[in-house]
């Protein structure tokens, strides 16, 4: 989520239009800290997006963040296997395999080589790979101190003074490079 799945734009889109939240307020914007959708709606809505969302596509209809199809490509013109690892409740899970099998186009060079969806709150770093792309700073210092390689995915939530943290793919092409 923030770095292939646009899932903020979704959740946002789908409280509007389910829950009635203003265009024009804190949920019409991106946030700007982590928790900025789950500050800014109701206790109840919250569990809505959740539970009732979840049904409805939270996890299905979104957009692909920008850039990362070409990124992807270009990582594997680098040589870099592909893997997916991401946390969901249980029944986002057939929801976000359906997304993500939309964007492998492998005779565009972009597919995955493996899917990890951590669904019991696991952490990142049981995920077999050597390097990880994410913008959530906790996962970020946790596979850090693993002493694997992590790029921080900048978000508005999470600029701060990090060796490795690019705005967006190509910023992440460049860092692998």
Known sequence: DGVLYEWSKTARYMLREYRGYP?????????????????????????????????????????????????????????????????RPPSAVPDTLAWLNLFQKPEAGVWFDGIHILTKGESKTIVPADILIDDKIENIIEWSHIGRRAILFMRDWNELDYEDAVPGWDGVVEALS
């Open 23 to 87: 265009k024009d307020g804190p949920i019409g914007e991106e946030p700007s800290s982590w928790s900025g959708i789950k500050d800014n709606v109701t206790p109840a809505d919250w569990d809505w997006l959740w539970n009732e969302g979840i049904t409805l596509g939270l996890f299905r209809y979104g957009n692909i963040v920008t850039g990362a199809q070409k990124g992807i490509h270009s990582l594997r013109e680098l040589g870099y296997k592909i893997v997916v690892a991401t946390s």
